[in-house]
């Protein structure tokens, strides 16, 4: 019923900058908070920070100051811009959000993941 798609990865060097994307699509009443995940090569998924559906922000400890999340309602579209990149920011990121979803004859509540965009950070 709900679809996120990331873009916006590739292989940079430290001290460079991008922007991730996530684009949503589907059928749902609602987007409601969105996150960010990132999986480092051999480690495990994590949280870089999240966003609600009022716009209000919060971010691991190793993003703070670096990365900034923002979303445009009207486009159903959350932006990852990520600063002064280091080599341990690489890894595959994943966007995810909570839709209420039309399903039937009515909503429901769906945790929805992207498919993942790798980003690359070279010394």
């Known amino acids: 019923q709900v679809q996120l798609v990331e873009s916006g990865g590739g292989a940079v060097q430290t001290g460079e900058s991008l922007r991730l994307s996530c684009v949503a699509s589907g059928k749902f009443f609602t987007i409601n908070d969105m996150g960010w995940y990132r999986q480092p090569p051999g480690k495990r998924r994590e949280l870089v920070g999240s966003i609600s559906s009022d716009g209000g922000t919060s971010y691991v400890d190793s993003a703070k100051g670096r990365f900034t999340i923002s979303r445009d309602n009207a486009k159903n579209t959350v932006y990852l811009q990520m600063n002064s990149l280091k080599p341990d920011d690489t890894a595959v990121y994943y966007c995810?959000?909570?839709?209420?979803?039309?399903?039937?004859?009515?909503?429901?509540?769906?945790?929805?993941w992207g498919q993942g965009t790798l980003v690359t950070v070279s010394s």
């Open positions: 995810n959000a909570e839709a209420l979803a039309v399903v039937g004859a009515g909503g429901r509540l769906l945790e929805v």
